[in-house]
């Protein structure tokens, strides 16, 4: 009796990409058609956009992890674990799992959504000394890093120490790096008001970026509105500047400034996991380079969307890639799932095309700036905008219910500034989350498949 093997699809990452692909061929595929797996390192998809709520402590961290598990209708085996090299050739996919073992995964057909990195410059100290915030675990260490600086202020009696425990400084200018230094700062404005040994002036937020502009897709006028909001709250803004080097208790700029400080937030920019460099096929600025389908040339069953691959933006007509945002990656997700079920059935396929709706940053309290449609919007109707798009953009009610109850509660009744001690534990800098180094080189990958049995065989 001959047995009847069923191709394999293999989706790497669970970020909005990954996800809805997966959900999409889910719903799509009859039972019979094909073996769905997914790897990740955790089984949530992470709402990113709303890590600083996070950081702030307007939202628990709870609420923007979205259980795969809950969410799965058990048709998609989950790999815990993190893919390591890609074997293009023998179609294996080499995977890390959450013990530590090494397995080889066969697959016929693969979707590459791992996502992107922080990307870091070779400045001294950097990764040593400065926070990330590009997972969940960084945003809850953060918030309670940034409540025991204002603990320790009031327990020091060195006004030097208490008054670089009060300056705070976050590098990005960009949507991350704006909303996480708004957001912490009502949070330290808000909690020092319960510290009565604590004189209010002395905290201080650096926001810098090398850029010469703040966010500069919203355009002229609402990057001057969100620069207005935040200095008017007293952040200073230092644009065309960066770091020189970074130590334990003080930072030095570019431009010569030396800031005592305790705390260094690193948010300018990403990169496509080094999982892309594993490949050893053509990149652009780091990305996959794949056609308008996101299939990779040359290698039918390869497909890579999100912030790891160079996906041509036919809504501008081509000559440009698609941002790394999340808009795009979760309508590029659907997509490739028709495009994989598509060369399943012999079909063709169909090319990604996707028109920008719009730019949302929420800069906390009743203060936002949006661009919905190309509308340009301030204050409190685009902070209605800005939620209420992150709100229906999250994939399950119990998502929406628990971010709507959290932003109700903070509203009504603030917050409590507790701390859970935990970042006392263990560090929990760049290098502590960023493991760059765990990644195979091409050669590796070929040793690796060449001198074992895949395990997916």
């Not at 507790?418 to 502590?432: E, H």
Request: glycine share 10%.
């Amino acid at each position: 009796m001959t047995n009847v093997t069923r191709p394999r699809i293999l989706v790497v990452g669970a970020g909005f990409a990954g996800v809805e692909c997966v959900r999409r061929l889910e719903r799509m595929l009859s039972p019979g058609e094909a073996d769905l797996t997914l790897v990740t390192p955790f089984s949530y998809q992470l709402y990113l956009p709303l890590l600083p709520q996070v950081a702030s402590g307007v939202l628990t961290p709870q609420s923007i992890a979205l259980s795969l598990r809950r969410s799965r209708k058990y048709r998609t085996r989950i790999i815990p674990g993190g893919a390591i090299g890609v074997d293009l050739k023998s179609k294996v996919c080499v995977i890390r799992t959450i013990t530590d073992e090494i397995v080889n995964e066969r697959y016929d057909y693969i979707v590459l959504t791992p996502g992107s990195v922080t990307r870091t410059f070779d400045i001294p100290g950097l990764t040593d000394h400065a926070f990330g915030m590009k997972t969940l675990a960084e945003a809850a260490y953060i918030r309670d890093h940034v409540i025991s600086q204002l603990d320790l202020a009031d327990a020091s009696h060195d006004p030097a120490e208490r008054a670089a425990r009060l300056q705070f400084v976050v590098v990005g200018g960009g949507y991350a790096g704006t909303e996480t230094a708004a957001c912490l700062q009502l949070l330290t404005c808000n909690a020092v008001k319960r510290y009565p040994r604590l004189d209010p002036k002395l905290i201080r937020w650096h926001l810098i970026d090398i850029a010469p502009k703040l966010m500069p897709e919203l355009g002229d006028k609402l990057g001057r509105s969100a620069q207005e909001v935040l200095r008017k709250r007293g952040i200073e803004i230092s644009l065309g500047v960066s770091i020189d080097k970074a130590g334990p208790t003080e930072v030095t700029f570019t431009d010569g400034r030396v800031v005592p400080t305790h705390t260094l937030i690193w948010t300018a920019g990403v990169v496509a996991s080094p999982l892309i460099a594993t490949l050893g096929a053509e990149t652009v600025r780091g990305r996959l380079a794949v056609n308008p389908e996101m299939n990779l040339p040359g290698h039918d069953g390869v497909f890579a969307l999100g912030d790891a691959a160079a996906v041509p933006d036919l809504a501008k007509g081509g000559d440009a890639v698609c941002p790394p945002t999340a808009q795009h990656a979760m309508r590029q997700g659907k997509v490739v799932a028709d495009n994989v079920i598509a060369t399943l059935r012999g079909q063709a396929m169909r090319p990604y095309e996707h028109k920008d709706l719009g730019l949302v940053v929420d800069l906390g309290g009743k203060d936002a700036v949006s661009k919905p449609l190309g509308i340009e919007l301030r204050g409190l109707p685009a902070q209605v905008v800005a939620r209420g798009y992150h709100w229906s953009a999250l994939r399950t009610g119990v998502a929406k219910t628990r971010v709507l109850t959290n932003w109700t509660l903070n509203a009504l009744a603030g917050d409590d500034f507790v701390r859970t001690g935990f970042q006392a534990r263990r560090p929990a800098k760049l290098k502590d989350f960023e493991y760059t180094d765990t990644y195979l080189t091409p050669e590796q990958v070929r040793e690796r498949v060449e001198g074992a049995q895949p395990s997916g065989q």
